[in-house]
């Protein structure tokens, strides 16, 4: 098995994300292919010892910025490391596509490029969610597709369950459908009429999910359209940062604070890496034909490692064509009615 | 003028809405009416000294219970405390309506008892967000209306406006678009068109706001869809629950934290604190013709007295009559062009 990884996306390429190759690399046997401006990787790759067998460096010489038009930009940068990426992923030369840039453009990327799964109306971008000393749930939708019919939702609860079953080792994943009340009446008419489509699916459906409750890892995948996904996700990172940020001043005021703050210091580290999304690998995009994994912008060297860790069973577990074969059977059953 | 606060309503009637009662009409010279039944408030207000020409029982023999279906109670219990309420306000014997009753039943009777305002299309349940350290900012929709079009979303944006300006004594309150990113052209049709309306207002409309800046406080009045602000408002409340459930636990493991955690005891319940909402007042249910304010159902004393303090400035300064005259104004300006 090869890994692709965009060696130029994120605030800390290339550095960070060699690094991340590096310690990566010792943990695995599998190849990693970096794809990027090769002079700039190579500088870096220089400060390390590796086996030269593993790590390949695959020249690119253009980059797709935060800033480009997502769309525009796949289109006209053929040759960045990008669109490199993903076309060695749809030649087969390499297995599963890690990247830490521009958001858009490797949604629109992957669909132009890979193309969708048949039978997947709209592919989704997940968001790992971190449950405070629990591990994670699985956001579905995380912010691609703000308005979804309910058929959308029930695709993202297949594709985030199997994701789940496979790359988690999880034995039937919970999946919740996040809405403003318990009751099956609750919510707009998308979700009443999603939660019907849940409720006769054969996934591990526990019903609604209110947000009060996500914190808490009530599901394993948690269904929503990308509006919400996406508010979910962005409110919990601001006031968790918040918090940190408030927690920071008041420890630190006065002796006595001060005094208290350095006998926890151990206990706020383990609450500030509570907060920690890096452990959970990256935001796997699914529903297009190839495993495609966006890693946080911000992502550090422990976030790449583990991206590329947890991209291992995403490709090995055959998640592509599993969701395929199950949006097929789904039809079928529908067909059939 | 005279306050009406339902005596039933909320998991702690009579005991703490009466003590509520009792601390603040020590800080006011307002009549408070406390409508329940007779015997067990006159119970609750055997413990105190005070003065009876300013707190007096209005007698209601039923209650409306929270697993109470709403609408349905509304009409059927026409003895209970909050429909007897309502109706002290729209006889004029009451100037302003306060209850920590069923949610539900309290808007559905806000809207058959006292009517909506004219021109408001759907009145607004909001619910004030704290902001850690800072004051809070007003949530509108909170989850009254799941569903919305752009107009609602304007509406929602001016009658927060109006109500932030009159009780908490703004000039120009920061009119924020809850949405998924900070350009216009961001987000759902509706809110994409909603964007545009508060654009053309004459609100102070800061643009859209992300969830992550939510939290910081960037603005005084949250607009976005009742399925949104819901997701928003019990997301804050389980991730703060949660965490500070979490902080407790780790910083009671071992000696060395206990010290610790005994010397910042003061900025923990500083912590505990900013997320607090009681201090500032309840939830104004915007668009029907008369002041009503919905308490938290698990309100302790502090909550009621906060509700019923800012429940004066609600009414004395006519939030409804300049809503009213906002919205006529704006049907004006639209009919003109």
Redesign the interface.
Known sequence: MRIIIDGMGGDNAPAEIVKGCIEAAKEITHEIWIVGREEAINEELKKYKYNKEQIRVIHAPDVIENTDSPVKAVRSKKESSMVIGLNLIKSGSGDVFISAGNTGALMAGGLFILGRIPGIDRPALTSPYPI??KGMSLLVDA?AN??CKPNNLLEFGIMGSIYMEKVFDMDRPRVGL?N?GAEETK???V?KAAHQLLKKSNLNFVGNV???????GVCDVIVCD???G???????????L??LS??KK??T?GL??K??????LD?MK??KG?FDYSNYGGAPILGVKGPVIKIHGSSNANAVKHGILKAIPFAEGKVVQIIEEAVLALEEVESGE
Chains 1, 2 share one sequence.
């Open positions: 405070m000393g912010g703000s308005e996040a403003i919510g707009t008419t979700v209110e947000a009060r409750e996500v914190p808490y990308g509006f919400v996406n508010t979910i996700l962005k409110l919990t990172e601001g006031f968790a918040n918090i408030f927690v008041k420890f005021e006595k604070s005094i208290g703050a350095a006998l926890l206990k383990e609450l509570a």
